[in-house]
C-alpha cells in the first residue's frame, strides 16, 4: 500500500498538484484524447461554452454551484467516450469593469474619466482586466473546472470583436437595428444608459401625494414623485371606472407650480382602479409605461422635465432644482395653493444602478436600439418569434421547465432593446459618420470617417457566446463540430437577460439554436435563508471554503440538495460534512488497498475482474446491488438529476459500503480460509474502483489520488477512465 494512505487526505497538498498533472496531459483537449487514443474520432461530440464570469473580481457561491454542476456532466460525457469540449472565457463587463477603475482613479489621483480622456482610461482598464483575469482562471482552476485551457476566448478579443461587428452589420442591414429617441434607463451617476439587470432595486420610505392640477382641474391623482408632473400631458383612467365616464376625452389647460401644462384624460385598460384614486397622471418622457400608454392614445412624449444630471429642465421656481429638492418645492406650492388633499407614508421599490448607486431616470434618449416585432426580410419572422419557437417546439428544454410559461411570458411583453452605452471600455458601435453620410462596416471606415462614440450593451456580445467562442465568423472545425451546444447553465436570474438573448441573436445570425437543453439553478443562499451579500457580512467565499475543506467538499455542498430553478442553502458546516466524507472515503481506500496488498501476493493479474462464478452468493448479491446503482446514477445524470446521483453515491459509499460492506468483510479478511480472503479483497477492490468511477465527476480530486495507486488502474488518469456499466 502506498505510504501516502499512512496519513490523513491533505486536499491542500494534492488539488494543485492533480491539477496541473490533469493540465500536463492534455486530456481536457478532446483532439488530445482522440490522438492518445482515449477517445475515438468518430465518438459524438458534447458541448459546453462556459458562462463567461465579470473581469471584475473574487467568484461567489453561485459561481461555484455553476461551476461545480458543468464539469459534472462534462466529467461524466468525457468518461462516457463523448468528444467532450468546455470552453473557457471571460467578460469585459464594460459598466462594472469601467466603474470599479474610475473609482480607483478617483480615490487615488482625484481625476475623472475625462481627466484622463478616452486613450488613457482604456490603457488603464485593460491593464486592471489583465490582472483581475489572472485572478478568474486561478480560481476556475482551484475548483477543478477541467475547461480546455486552449480555446479560452475574452468577449472584446479580436475574434469575439470581429464576430459583434459581422453581427451588428447584418442586423442593420436587416433593417433591425436602427437610431431613435426613445425612453431608456439612464443613472445621472455613471452618465450612461443601463439594461434592466444592471438595476437594484431597494425598499426606500416615501410619501403618496394626492391632489389635482388646479382648482379646477375635476380628477385628483396620487403620485410619490409630484415634481415630474409638471410634464404631464394626460390622465389615464380605466375604460370600466364609472366614477370618470364622462371626463373621458375632455382637455385641460392649468399652471402647475409656474409650468403652464395641457392635460387629456384617457381611458386605458393598464390603469389600475384600484390604486390611489383609480387616476394616473402620464409624464411619458419620464415612465416607460407612461410612455407606452403614450404611444397608444397619440400623445406628445416631448415634454421633458429632468435632464441627464438629474436635474429640473423647466424654467421658474424648479429651474435647476435637484429632483429632492424640486419634490419640496412643488408640496409646499401644492399646499400653499390648496391643491394638496392628502400625504400617506409607503414603502416603494426604487430603481438604483448596481454599479454606482445612482437612482434610475426614465428619459428619452438617441440611442441605437434592435427592433424585435419587425419582420425580419426573408425569414417572415420577427425575432420575437425566432425566440419563441424553438423553445415551443421542444428544440431547446429548459430545466425545470415551469420556467417556459415565464419566458414566453416575457417575450410577449418584451419591448425593443437598447444597445448603446456612454461609456467608453467595450465594443465601439460599428457606425461611422461624414457629414450627414452613415456607413456601417465589419471593418473601420476609411479616414475622415468619425466613428460613433457610444459603445454596445455587454449583452450584445455576450449574445454570441455559444459561437464566436468557436470562431465564427470563420467557418471553423470547432465550429462544425460543437456547435449547437449541448448545454446552458446559469442561474434563473438571467433567463431573460442572457439565456433568451443568445437565443436571438445565434437564431438571427446562424438559423440555429445556440444550445439544447437550458438547466437553471437556483439562487445560493445562507444557512438562514438570506440572500449573500457584502452588507449582511454572510457571503461565503467558494476559494476560502476550498482552500479551508478542499474544492472537493464544496462542490458536494453544492449539488447534494441543489435542484433546478430552486433557491438552496449553504453553509460552512454543511462543507465540512463533506471533507468528514472525503476523509471517510480515503479511509475505506486505506482499508481496501491493504487487504489487497495482503491478498495477492504477487499475482499481477491479481486484480483483474474475475467471473461471477468465482464470488459467493453474498459477494454477488453485493456486485448486483452496485450494478442497480451504477444503472440509477447514470440515469440520474443524464436526466439531468445530478443532486440525486450526488446524493445517492454518498449514501452508498457511507452507508452501505463502509458501515455494511466492509464492517461484515473484516472477520472473513482475517479468517483462516485463503480463498474467501481472496476473493473477498477482490470484491472490496471492484466496489472502489467503481465507486470511485462514479463519484468521479462529483470529487475529482479525492478520487483521482486514489485511482493514482489502484490496481485496478486501466487508464493513466481517472478522468479519462471508462464509465462503469452495469455488466462491468
Given at each position: 500500500m502506498p505510504?501516502?494512505?499512512?496519513?490523513?487526505?491533505?486536499?491542500?497538498?494534492?488539488?494543485?498538484r492533480i491539477y496541473a498533472a490533469w493540465e500536463e496531459s492534455g486530456f481536457f483537449n478532446p483532439d488530445e484524447c482522440v490522438n492518445k487514443g482515449v477517445t475515438r474520432a468518430d465518438a459524438p461530440a458534447y458541448s459546453i461554452a462556459l458562462p463567461p464570469p465579470n473581469v471584475t473580481g473574487r467568484l461567489h457561491m453561485g459561481h461555484a454551484l455553476m461551476l461545480a454542476v458543468e464539469d459534472i456532466f462534462i466529467r461524466?460525457?468525457?468518461?462516457?467516450?463523448?468528444?467532450?469540449?468546455?470552453?473557457?472565457?471571460?467578460?469585459?463587463?464594460a459598466i462594472a469593469t469601467q466603474s470599479v477603475v474610475e473609482k480607483q482613479i478617483k480615490k487615488e489621483e482625484g481625476k475623472s474619466r475625462h481627466d484622463l480622456g478616452r486613450e488613457e482610461l482604456l490603457k488603464r482598464i485593460e491593464a486592471f482586466a489583465a490582472e483581475s483575469h489572472a485572478t478568474i482562471v486561478y480560481q476556475l482552476k482551484a475548483m477543478g473546472a477541467s475547461l480546455d485551457w486552449s480555446r479560452e476566448a475574452f468577449t472584446l478579443d479580436e475574434t469575439r470583436s470581429r464576430a459583434v461587428r459581422a453581427v451588428f452589420k447584418r442586423m442593420y442591414d436587416?433593417?433591425?437595428?436602427?437610431?431613435?429617441?426613445?425612453?431608456?434607463?439612464?443613472?445621472?451617476?455613471?452618465?450612461?444608459?443601463?439594461?434592466?439587470?444592471?438595476?437594484?432595486?431597494?425598499?426606500?420610505?416615501?410619501?403618496?401625494?394626492?391632489?389635482r392640477y388646479s382648482k379646477d382641474f375635476p380628477i385628483s391623482i396620487a403620485t410619490t414623485r409630484p415634481e415630474t408632473k409638471v410634464g404631464d400631458v394626460a390622465v389615464a383612467v380605466h375604460p370600466d371606472d364609472s366614477r370618470y365616464e364622462k371626463f373621458v376625452g375632455k382637455e385641460y389647460d392649468a399652471i402647475f407650480c409656474d409650468v403652464p401644462i395641457h392635460i387629456k384624460i384617457v381611458a386605458d385598460k393598464e390603469v389600475d382602479p384600484d390604486f390611489g384614486t383609480g387616476a394616473v397622471g402620464l409624464t411619458p418622457a419620464h415612465s416607460h409605461t407612461d410612455w407606452d400608454i403614450a404611444d397608444r392614445h397619440g400623445l406628445s412624449h416631448e415634454v421633458i422635465v429632468i435632464n441627464?444630471?438629474?436635474?429640473?429642465?423647466?424654467?421658474?421656481?424648479?429651474?435647476?432644482?435637484?429632483?429632492?429638492?424640486?419634490?419640496?418645492?412643488?408640496?409646499?406650492?401644492?399646499?400653499?395653493?390648496?391643491?394638496?388633499e392628502k400625504e400617506e407614508d409607503i414603502t416603494q421599490n426604487v430603481a438604483t444602478a448596481e454599479r454606482t448607486g445612482g437612482i434610475i431616470e426614465p428619459l428619452p434618449k438617441l440611442q441605437w436600439w434592435v427592433e424585435v416585432n419587425k419582420e425580419i426580410p426573408g425569414r417572415g419572422k420577427t425575432l420575437k418569434e425566432l425566440m419563441i419557437e424553438p423553445v415551443r417546439s421542444g428544440a431547446i428544454k429548459i430545466i425545470p421547465d415551469y420556467f417556459e410559461k415565464t419566458y414566453f411570458h416575457w417575450i410577449e411583453n418584451l419591448r425593443d432593446w437598447c444597445i448603446s452605452r456612454q461609456i467608453w471600455y467595450g465594443h465601439r458601435i460599428p457606425v461611422w459618420y461624414r457629414g450627414e453620410e452613415i456607413t456601417v462596416g465589419v471593418e473601420p471606415a476609411e479616414d475622415g470617417w468619425i466613428q460613433d462614440e457610444d459603445t454596445l450593451d455587454t449583452w450584445f456580445s455576450s449574445g454570441l457566446w455559444t459561437f464566436s467562442t468557436l470562431g465564427w465568423p470563420d467557418d471553423t472545425d470547432d465550429y462544425k463540430n460543437y456547435h449547437p451546444t449541448d448545454l446552458l447553465e446559469t442561474g434563473y436570474d438571467i433567463l431573460f437577460f442572457w439565456v433568451a438573448r443568445m437565443i436571438l441573436m445565434t437564431e438571427f445570425a446562424l438559423g440555429d439554436i445556440p444550445f439544447k437543453t437550458v438547466y437553471l439553478h437556483g439562487l445560493v443562499r445562507d444557512a438562514g435563508g438570506r440572500k449573500m451579500s457584502k452588507s449582511l457580512g454572510n457571503n461565503l467565499d467558494p476559494l476560502i471554503m476550498s482552500e479551508k475543506f478542499g474544492a472537493d467538499s464544496a462542490r458536494m455542498a453544492l449539488v447534494v440538495g441543489s435542484t433546478p430553478g430552486t433557491d438552496m442553502r449553504i453553509s460552512e458546516d454543511k462543507i465540512k460534512g463533506y471533507k468528514h466524507f472525503a476523509n471517510k472515503l480515503w479511509n475505506i481506500a486505506r482499508f481496501v488497498l491493504a487487504s489487497a496488498s495482503e491478498q495477492k501476493n504477487g499475482d499481477r493479474t491479481w486484480a483483474s475482474a474475475p467471473e461471477?462464478?468465482?464470488?459467493?452468493?453474498?459477494?454477488?448479491?453485493?456486485?448486483?446491488?452496485?450494478?442497480?446503482?451504477?444503472?440509477?446514477?447514470?440515469?440520474?445524470?443524464?436526466?439531468?438529476?445530478?443532486?440525486?446521483?450526488?446524493?445517492?453515491?454518498?449514501?452508498?459509499?457511507?452507508?452501505?459500503?463502509a458501515d455494511k460492506i466492509i464492517e461484515e468483510s473484516k472477520s472473513t479478511l482475517s479468517g483462516n480460509d485463503a480463498s474467501?480472503?481472496?476473493?473477498?479483497?477482490?470484491?472490496?477492490?471492484?466496489?472502489?474502483?467503481?465507486?470511485?468511477?462514479?463519484?468521479?465527476?462529483?470529487?475529482?480530486?479525492?478520487?483521482?489520488?486514489?485511482?493514482?495507486?489502484?490496481?485496478?488502474?486501466?487508464?493513466?488518469?481517472?478522468?479519462?477512465?471508462?464509465?462503469?456499466?452495469?455488466?462491468?
Open positions: 505510504e501516502k494512505f499512512l496519513k490523513p487526505y491533505d486536499p491542500a497538498a494534492t488539488e494543485s461524466y460525457k468525457r468518461m462516457r467516450g463523448f468528444r467532450t469540449i468546455w470552453m473557457p472565457g471571460t467578460d469585459h463587463a436587416a433593417g433591425l437595428i436602427y437610431r431613435g429617441n426613445r425612453i431608456v434607463n439612464w443613472d445621472p451617476k455613471g452618465q450612461t444608459t443601463i439594461s434592466d439587470d444592471e438595476i437594484v432595486y431597494e425598499e426606500r420610505a416615501a410619501k403618496l401625494y394626492t391632489f441627464e444630471y438629474a436635474r429640473m429642465a423647466v424654467t421658474g421656481r424648479l429651474a435647476d432644482k435637484k429632483t429632492v429638492e424640486a419634490r419640496e418645492a412643488v408640496v409646499k406650492w401644492l399646499g400653499d395653493e390648496g391643491l394638496l461471477r462464478a468465482h464470488f459467493s452468493a453474498y459477494e454477488c448479491e453485493r456486485l448486483d446491488k452496485l450494478d442497480e446503482l451504477t444503472k440509477e446514477i447514470t440515469t440520474d445524470i443524464d436526466e439531468f438529476r445530478i443532486y440525486l446521483a450526488a446524493e445517492k453515491i454518498y449514501h452508498y459509499v457511507w452507508h452501505e459500503f474467501a480472503r481472496v476473493s473477498r479483497a477482490r470484491l472490496l477492490l471492484l466496489i472502489l474502483d467503481r465507486v470511485l468511477r462514479l463519484l468521479h465527476p462529483f470529487m475529482p480530486f479525492v478520487t483521482e489520488e486514489i485511482y493514482q495507486s489502484m490496481p485496478t488502474k486501466d487508464t493513466e488518469f481517472l478522468m479519462v477512465a471508462k464509465w462503469p456499466s452495469s455488466a462491468e
